[in-house]
Structures are given as C-alpha cells and as structure tokens.
C-alpha cells in the first residue's frame, strides 16, 4: 500500500513561522520590536506550540491526513486494476481517477474504460492459462501488448505517487494554516482584552510578565479524548 511521506511535523514549523511572523510583523512595521523607555506599549508573549497542542487541531489534522491517504489509496488501487489499457486510454482515465468530483458523464466515461481494463484482464488470463490450440500470432501479439502496458504504468507509478505526494502535502499546508489563522485570532482576542499592543512567540522572546499562554488555552474548545 502507498505511504505518504509528508512529515506534519515540519509541516508545522513552516506553518508556525509563517503565521507568528505576519503576526509579529504587523506590528513591528509600524513600531519597534521593543518599546522605548516611557513609550507606554505594552508586549505580551505566547507559547503557540503549547496552545496549538491543547486544542482540537491536532487530532483534525489527523483526521485530515487519514482522509488523503485513503483518497490517495484508492487512487493508486483504481490504476492499478486498469493497468492493461492502452497508454492513450490510461492517460484518460488517470485524469478521471485524479478528480475529487466527476459530472454525470465523467462517471460514465470512467465506467467505460473500468468494464475495457475487467474484459483485458480476463482476457489476458485466458491467453496465458490456454494449452490448447495455441496463441495465434495475432493472440501473442495483444498478451504481449497487455503486459507491456502493464510494464509502462509501473514505470510511471513512481511519477503518480509523488503527483499524489505533493498533492497530499500542500492540502495538510493549507488545513494547518487555517488551524493557525484560527488560534492566532483567539491569541489576538485575548490580547485586546488585556489591553496589550504587541504579542511574540515564546522562541523569539526571553521573558514577559504577560504570557498569555494559560489563558488563551483555558478559552480553547475542549479537545475530543482519542479514540471518540
């Protein structure tokens, strides 16, 4: 069975950098990374890893990540059963197989070339297990014709699964930064309520008599117990 390779770990890192730097940029546009002596803003720190574990995005980015590989699985076990079409007719059917939503007559187009790959396939079954009479030239000819499709796709399979990887990989990206827009807002909800002008990561900041940290997580929706 084909494995995504994706990491969300470093996945995570990017994203994390991504989020907490457009959130510390705006306001060091506009105003010092540190305030002046007197200047009267207040900073307020963050962990944004801790609070990004208390809440429920983990276990959705699981889920998510379940959902593409099983998508990505029955891809791959879809060609896998049509490797006797013809390259021209496998090139059809890969874009069918390839989308999320398919109209009315996409789905009979798909259905079509599905009966062609069932009927090659019992076909080059009985072309192989036949004693006698034997293979007429034009017989050998179509099993031989079969197999070298069958050869072509998985010369090509490792193509598809990384199509499949990238695809998978930058889904998990853009479901993690929604994630972070999400729990960036609840950090900056929290700050305008304590009156706070500027809000850092823990891992850009050495200390801060307001962390915000319990607080944001004590406002977070209560994360589902695993296995429920």
Do not use: C
Not at 168 to 173: K, P, R, S, Y
């Amino acid at each position: 069975m084909f494995r995504f390779r994706w990491n969300p770990q470093s996945l995570f890192v990017v994203a994390m950098a991504a989020a907490l730097g457009a959130f510390a940029l705006r306001s060091a546009t506009q105003r010092p990374a540190a305030p002046p002596p007197g200047s009267g803003l207040s900073i307020g720190m963050v962990d944004m890893n801790a609070i990004y574990r208390a809440s429920a995005a983990p276990n959705e980015l699981d889920a998510v990540a379940q959902q593409l590989q099983d998508a990505a699985d029955k891809k791959i076990a879809a060609l896998q059963a049509a490797q006797y079409l013809d390259p021209d007719q496998m090139t059809q059917y890969a874009k069918l197989v390839g989308l999320d939503t398919l109209t009315p007559a996409q789905q009979a187009q798909k259905a079509a070339f599905e009966k062609t790959a069932q009927q090659d396939a019992s076909d080059l079954n009985t072309l192989q297990t036949r004693k006698t009479p034997p293979l007429t030239p034009q017989e050998a000819a179509r099993m031989n014709t079969m197999l070298q499709n069958a050869r072509l796709l998985q010369e090509q399979m490792p193509h598809l699964q990384d199509e499949l990887q990238t695809q998978g990989t930058a889904a998990l990206d853009d479901k993690r930064r929604s994630q972070l827009v999400t729990l960036r807002e609840l950090v900056a909800q929290e700050a305008r309520r304590k009156g706070i002008d500027q809000v850092f990561d823990s891992s850009s900041m050495v200390y801060s008599s307001n962390d915000l940290t319990k607080d944001v997580i004590s406002k977070l929706p209560k994360a589902p117990a695993a296995g429920h």
